[in-house]
C-alpha cells in the first residue's frame, strides 16, 4: 500500500536527481562547451566593435561631405538669381530647418524672397472645403474683367488658385494690395500664416513640402497638397522639394509618377541635405531658365542626385 513515508522517498529521490543533474551540467558547461560559448561572445563583441567603428566613419565622412558642399555652395550659386523675386511656400509639415536652409541657399544665389507663406493644417483639412470655397468668393479682388477661379466646388483648387494669383503679375494687374487682403484674410481664418511683402509680384514658387499625411483622412489631405502645387505651378514657375521621396500620397513621387505634371514642374527629394538644397536652388535656375521637368535626389523618378551637364543653363 501507498502510505506518506513511499511518497516521502520518491520525492527525495527526484530532488537527488535533479541535484545531480545540475552538478553534472555545470560540470559539463565548465568544460569545452563552456569555452566555445566564451569564444563565440567574444568573437561576436569583436564584430560589434568593428561596426560601430565602421559606422563612425561613415558618419564622420558623411559630415565632411555635407561642410565641403557647403563651402562650395557659395561659388556653385553665386548671382545666379539676382533680380529673380522668390515666394519661399512651406506646405503642412514642412521642416523649420529645411526652410531655413533653402532660404540661405536662396541668399546665396542673390534672389529676393518677397514673401514666404506656411499653410496650416486647417488648409487641407477635408472638413475645411466649404469654408475655403467661401473664403475664395469673398476675397476675389475685384477687376474687369473679373479674375476666374478654377472649379468652385472645390474650396482647396479655387483658394491655391487665388493665392497664386495675387502673388505673380496679372495682365490686366489687380487692385493695389490685393495680395496683402488676400493672405491676410486666409490668415485670418486660420488656413496659413505670411510674412514679406505680397503685393509685389514674384517670379517663381519655391516649395517645401512635409512628411504625406497617414491619419484616417491623409489621402484627402495628400491630394490637397497636390492641388496646391499643381496651383502654384499653373500660375509661375515652381519648383517641390521635399525629405524623400516615399510613402503613399508623397506629393513628390505623385509629381512624378503623373504625366501631366511631370514635364511641368521640377522636383528634389533630399532636401534634407546640403547637397539637396543646393540642388533645389540651382533647378529653380534651371526652371526659369526654361528647363522644366528636372528630377533630382536618390528617390524612385529621380534622374540622379544632381543635374547633368545638359540640364545646367549657361551664364549669359
Request: aromatic residues 2%; without cysteine; charged residues 15%.
Amino acid at each position: 500500500m501507498i502510505n506518506f513515508r513511499y511518497h516521502v522517498v520518491s520525492l527525495t529521490a527526484i530532488f537527488l536527481a535533479l541535484a545531480i543533474g545540475l552538478v553534472l551540467g555545470t560540470a559539463a558547461l565548465n568544460g569545452p562547451l563552456s569555452d566555445r560559448l566564451l569564444s563565440e561572445i567574444q568573437s561576436l563583441s569583436n564584430s560589434n566593435s568593428q561596426l560601430r567603428d565602421q559606422v563612425a566613419e561613415l558618419e564622420e565622412e558623411v559630415n565632411s561631405q555635407e561642410e565641403t558642399i557647403q563651402d562650395l555652395a557659395p561659388l556653385l550659386l553665386d548671382g545666379r538669381l539676382a533680380g529673380q523675386r522668390i515666394a519661399l511656400v512651406a506646405m503642412p509639415g514642412a521642416a523649420d530647418d529645411e526652410l531655413t536652409a533653402v532660404s540661405q541657399m536662396l541668399d546665396m544665389a542673390d534672389a529676393t524672397i518677397g514673401v514666404q507663406v506656411r499653410f496650416n493644417d486647417r488648409f487641407i483639412d477635408p472638413a475645411r472645403n466649404v469654408d475655403l470655397s467661401d473664403l475664395a468668393a469673398r476675397l476675389l479682388p475685384e477687376r474687369t474683367p473679373p479674375l476666374e477661379l478654377p472649379n468652385e466646388s472645390d474650396g482647396v483648387q479655387s483658394s491655391a488658385a487665388l493665392i497664386a494669383a495675387v502673388l505673380v503679375a496679372q495682365d490686366p494687374p489687380l487692385p493695389a494690395g490685393s495680395g496683402s487682403a488676400v493672405l491676410t484674410g486666409y490668415a485670418e481664418d486660420g488656413m496659413l500664416t505670411y510674412e514679406g511683402d505680397p503685393d509685389t509680384p514674384v517670379d517663381a514658387f519655391l516649395v517645401v513640402a512635409g512628411e504625406p499625411a497617414v491619419d484616417t483622412n491623409g489621402a484627402e489631405r495628400n491630394a490637397a497638397v497636390l492641388t496646391t502645387v499643381t496651383q502654384l505651378d499653373q500660375a509661375a514657375v515652381t519648383v517641390v522639394a521635399s525629405h524623400g521621396a516615399s510613402g503613399e500620397g508623397n506629393v513628390v513621387a505623385a509629381i512624378r509618377s503623373d504625366s501631366s505634371l511631370v514635364d511641368t514642374m521640377s522636383t528634389v527629394d533630399n532636401v534634407n541635405t546640403t547637397l539637396g538644397q543646393v540642388v533645389t536652388v540651382h533647378t529653380l535656375v534651371q526652371e526659369l531658365a526654361g528647363i522644366t521637368g528636372g528630377h533630382y535626389g536618390n528617390g524612385d523618378g529621380a534622374s540622379g542626385p544632381v543635374p547633368q551637364p545638359t540640364d545646367t543653363p549657361t551664364a549669359e
